[in-house]
């Protein structure tokens, strides 16, 4: 039956193997060994691309794009968990089970096969009835006790001596349980700061075809770690469909506060800054979801789910 200590030591030696034929096979073709790419940060770049497609100018490709930087953030995160449990941790526990714990088990085998040499031997001392075979049994014996003797001094040392090499893997589990700690608060920071760009896109906005669809804003869950994690969302102040429909059918200029940044994506356009107040107006034959809005004497053309009508 397979212990767990042996599926861990088999884990990491097979994971040595493979990182030590890949480095093999690279220094023969005298090339550096390429960098792969982990999981979350090829999830962020589909999602940049998918928000690029969509357009950087849209609530929903720029939520993408934010999100897909995030989650490239926490693949270089992961990145450099990884190294740092390698360094501080495998490595070091790797040395050990090829160098030192090797060589006690080596002792102690022999130990063994000592200690099954001195107990044939005290049988055929307690077997041998003439003189002559007594002599030589006992010559025997004093042979092989001395030579267990010997054999179990060696193996206690070398025994005594785990004790120091616990201590220093206990650091080395330390260092890795830190680096740990250090990369899941990376990751929570990093989630929390998404939760807040996120939680300022507006939930509703209009569609080409006039018709409003939502989009819920997720909450997290109340169990989330820390209470900073309830970034709250209900502050937020969404344009209604009927304020929406009073800027587009208003005939003259009117104010407006804008709800959150916005890149202007070309000349035409106007950059905005989340709560600032801008004068904005309708004109002829521009598309249903954008108002030409007007900052002194800049110009240029705002998506209007960006923006809240002033009385």
Not at 78 to 101: H, K, V, W
Not at 210 to 224: F, W
Not at 244 to 258: I, Y
Request: proline share 3%.
């Amino acid at each position: 039956m397979l212990k767990l200590s042996d599926v861990s030591l088999w884990f990491f030696q097979v994971l040595y193997i493979y990182a030590r034929i890949e480095e093999f096979v690279y220094e023969k073709l005298d090339r550096k060994a390429p960098s792969r790419i982990n999981n979350p940060e090829l999830l962020g770049q589909y999602m940049i691309d998918a928000g690029t497609e969509f357009g950087p100018g849209t609530a929903y490709g720029n939520a993408l794009i934010k999100c897909g930087e995030t989650q490239k953030r926490i693949g270089t995160a992961d990145r450099e968990l990884i190294q740092t449990s390698a360094l501080n941790f495998l490595t070091p526990l790797r040395n050990f089970i090829e160098g030192d714990y090797k060589t006690i088990a080596k002792e102690r085998k022999l130990l063994q096969n000592k200690r099954l040499d001195l107990d044939a031997a005290k049988t055929r001392l307690k077997k041998a009835k003439a003189a002559e075979t007594r002599n030589s049994s006992e010559q025997e014996l004093r042979i092989t006790q001395s030579e267990f003797d010997r054999q179990a001094e060696i193996t206690r040392l070398l025994l005594e001596g785990i004790s120091s090499t616990h201590a220093h893997h206990l650091r080395c589990l330390n260092d890795f349980v830190e680096a740990q700690m250090t990369y899941y608060a990376q990751c929570y920071q990093y989630m929390l700061d998404l939760q807040k760009q996120l939680g300022s896109f507006p939930s509703n906005y209009l569609s080409n075809n006039n018709q409003t669809s939502v989009a819920p804003v997720p909450s997290v869950l109340p169990n989330a770690i820390g209470s900073s994690a309830m970034a709250s969302t209900s502050g937020l102040v969404i344009t209604s469909p009927s304020n929406l429909s009073d800027l587009k059918e208003c005939s003259g200029s009117r104010k407006a506060r804008v709800l959150y940044d916005y890149d202007a994506a070309n000349s035409t356009e106007l950059s905005l800054l989340a709560d600032e107040v801008i004068t904005v107006f309708s004109v002829v034959g521009m598309d249903s979801d954008w108002l030409m809005g007007e900052r002194g004497n800049q110009k240029g053309k705002v998506p209007i789910t960006y923006l809240e009508l002033l009385n």
